[in-house]
């Protein structure tokens, strides 16, 4: 059987998101994905930028839907609380956000996902984290193998 035309999947093979046509898979449209192999600096002030998108331009009606991913995160203070989120950094807005609580093991990976409705004129989607509980700072881990990235694809 053949998937739904519209389905979307990320394929850990080509480092992409891919959308079946009815026919053959591809490009979703309006798709934009960065990422980096770089670990973070230490961070634990509020809203620190951990990653930016590309700017979109909205239109104040299309919806986009930001989906961030992240190998690791670990803390130099177990049972820190950390918020890892979305941000709509043009209006400085927090979109969503994630508590992870630092383990003396270290955290698995994680992802947020939100969807917005950007009003007219460019905007840049970040991946921000901060310190929320406790008194250590936190690195956001990366590799070749478990980038950290921001996806932004427009779905209306």
């Known amino acids: 059987a053949s998937p739904q035309a519209g389905m979307q999947v990320y394929r850990v093979d080509t480092d992409r998101i891919e959308k079946y046509n009815g026919s053959s898979w ?8 960065t990422s980096t192999t770089s670990s ?6 509020a809203n620190t930028g951990l990653l930016d998108a590309p700017a979109i331009t909205g239109d104040g009606v299309s919806m986009f839907k930001i989906t961030a ?10 049972n820190d609380g950390f918020d890892i989120g979305i941000m709509d950094n043009t209006t400085s807005t927090v979109l969503q956000l994630l508590r992870v609580w630092i383990d003396t093991r270290g955290n698995a990976g994680g992802c ?16 921000a984290g901060s310190r929320a509980t406790g008194s250590g700072t936190a690195v956001m881990n990366a590799g070749t193998t478990r980038p950290i990235k921001i996806i932004v694809e427009q779905i209306t």
């Open 40 to 45: 973070t600096s230490s961070f634990y002030a």
């Open 26 to 33: 591809g490009k979703p449209d309006g798709a934009v994905v």
């Open 112 to 127: 947020v996902v939100v969807t917005n409705v950007p009003s007219a004129g460019s905007h840049v989607y970040r991946l």
């Open 69 to 78: 991913v992240w190998g690791s995160l670990t803390g130099t203070v177990a």
